[in-house]
């Protein structure tokens, strides 16, 4: 990798700071006088004003899924004193804070939706998986009030834009004839723009009256109690870290 690189990653500064410190002399490689245009190969010495320095290597980062209630905000505060996220009980037991590192919320759930919401100790996974290049699906229960003829599913399937905004393909289907003025549908989307499935509902005049994601990209809620929250197995971190393509230890 290049110098510059090395020394970001190794936690001197940034690139640029990197740079003026090897233009400056500071830095020396097996020996000499390191240059700007020195690569670093495994096994080379490098030393930063005459002491050694090394990439640390960054453990595994983990992966849980918390079941949302209703009524929680998905923030980290909340100046009309709601319920928030980070207060919920699961997080917050003597064993669970003092095994687990900070953790932040991969994507959010509306105070008036419920359901997975994946928490992840390390935050370039978490805008990696949030981030509507990486295309993870979101798969959500949704009950409307009212119905969507087959031609405004077929609509919504090849993109809208609605109020001005334009929003991917969404993949929807009827799960089952409805009861009395409702309509249950399972609803696929590959980015999470705010409020994305009840505008949409909107446009076609219809009104969501429960929402629950049940799925983030290969992790499902499952039976998880609402209020609790359990890790990914490991193996199963390893597994989808490799379908990422993704290294903690690469920039």
Partial sequence: MRMNVFLQKAGVGSRREAE???EAGRVHINGRVA???DPVNDGDEIALDEK???IEHRDMPRLFILHKPLHVLCTTYDSEGRA??????????PEFKSSVPRLMNVGRLDVNSEGLIMMSTDGKLAQLMMSPDTGLERTYRVRVHGRLSQSQIDHLQTGVTADGVHYRGATVY??????GANTWYRVILTEGKNREIRKLMEHFGCVVNRLMRIQYGPFKLGNLPSGEIVEVPEK???AF????NWDPNQT
Avoid: A, G, S, W
Avoid at 84 to 93: A, G, H, K, V
């Fill in 241 to 244: 870290l490799k379908e990422l």
């Fill in 52 to 54: 050694i320095i090394t």
């Fill in 35 to 37: 240059v700007p245009t």
């Fill in 236 to 238: 199963k971190m390893k």
């Fill in 84 to 93: 928030i996220l980070f207060d919920m009980p699961c997080l917050n037991t």
């Fill in 20 to 22: 003026r410190m090897v």
């Fill in 174 to 179: 009827e799960e089952r004839e409805p009861t």
